[in-house]
DNA sequence: CAAATAGTGTCTTTGAGACACTATCGT
DNA sequence: ACGATAGTGTCTCAAAGACACTATTTG
């Protein structure tokens, strides 16, 4: 226990914050440009370092506060990332989470602390040769997949609409994450059981008026 | 960056090895009783330091080979443990590994450097009141879940058998995990597909001889 | 009333579940 | 021949997929 313990060079530990969100028809995903070296100049996902007396959720939570001014949205652990020289001034072993904000919630305050702050579409940005500071782009890799594979069998693509939506809205969400388009009837069929009525609809369109639900308790 | 930098009491990441098999019927953990404080004389998971040099799958695999002797096992990140207390002493991040073994490789070493260690029924684990180190138990009950909800969707269970199994065999492995009876010609048609057979078969009991079976590549 | 999108009824297809049967060993 | 377990054929039923239809708004 003893002859290991190098506190000069101690491994640190960060959270890095994957902030999921669609917009424009698209999943995007917030990055930063980083001001400093390393990789000064290229994007990276925010993070933070977790402070000694901060749980990991917690760190996260801070962390998605500090970057988009947002509290009580839903995230959770994604995975830890911990080769030896992903970053290449000190050894960092990475928790990354993954967020999900409706589009319509991330207000960008330009004059943040934080450096300049986009949203990067994730099929492009994966797609591409683009390189991202450290190994994040494997990260945003990772969190896309678990996605798409959650949205499946759990309800967890309720987070990327507003509270009250509707089901052409969510089934847009659906399709934008799965990557493929949906029958309206039985997409209805399977959503129906989860969701409940509100008194609202939409209006002023030129069609009929779509009703408002919103995710049933239980 | 510089304001939160308390190295003195820097923070440490270990990695913490659920060891899972079948035996008995049953599916169980490799336990080790801890001779130090804290907690000395309680069972606790197996787990080593992370040093600065080496990756978090590199410990786990470590861990995993200083445990058992085993090397070239199935093993997967499960998820990283980071409340503040969780170890009395200081603050430790645990990245918590899932490793799969047939119980026939599993040849236990008594006069190995490590305490003693046996294997314990998660069940009854998990149903008793009985205490466990740190937040072993926790990892523990986390542990068994994914494992139980991935038996469904991939081939995971098949790191609990043998590499040449019979279908009974495999069968009461999936039974066990999942922790109800399944039809026989209902389990055969849903693993077809993912096995190949072998030229082996049982014999000297009572009955039919089984086919031996391996799973298929691809 | 035409264009546009919201929402529904129902047939088809696929796979899970249930059950009854046949097959092959040792004694 | 009998007990015991291995292995198969097929019916049922429920969910997923496909498609055609009706409904309600604005201009």
Redesign the interface.
């Known amino acids: 226990?003893k002859k290991?313990?190098?506190?000069?060079?101690?491994?640190?530990?960060a959270v890095d914050l994957l902030v999921f969100t669609v917009e424009q028809e698209r999943l995007k995903v917030l990055l930063i440009e980083r001001a400093e070296e390393p990789f000064a100049g290229m994007l990276a996902l925010p993070g933070v370092?977790?402070?000694?007396?901060?749980?990991?959720?917690d760190?996260a939570a801070r962390g998605i506060l500090e970057e988009t001014g947002l509290e009580d949205i839903y995230f959770e652990?994604l995975?830890?990332?911990?080769?030896?020289d992903r970053d290449p001034r000190n050894?960092v072993?990475s928790?990354a989470y993954m967020a999900l904000v409706p589009q319509k919630d991330l207000h960008f305050h330009a004059g943040q602390r934080t450096s300049a702050a986009e949203l990067v579409d994730v099929g492009q940005l994966l797609d591409s040769d683009t390189g991202l500071a450290f190994d994040h782009k494997d990260i945003i890799s990772l969190g896309r997949e678990r996605l798409k594979g959650k949205v499946e069998y759990t309800t967890i693509a309720f987070h990327l609409v507003d509270e009250e939506f509707t089901l052409p809205q969510l089934q847009r969400v659906y399709e934008i994450l799965l990557g493929k388009s949906l029958y309206k009837a039985n997409f209805r069929k399977k959503v129906m059981p989860l969701i409940e009525e509100t008194e609202h609809s939409t209006s002023g369109d030129a069609h009929r008026p779509s009703k408002l639900y919103r995710l049933a308790e239980v």
Chains 1, 2 share one sequence.
């Open positions: 226990m290991n313990e190098k506190r000069s060079v101690g491994i640190s530990v370092a977790v402070r000694s007396d901060e749980a990991l959720d760190a652990q995975y830890s990332f911990g080769k030896v050894r072993v928790v």
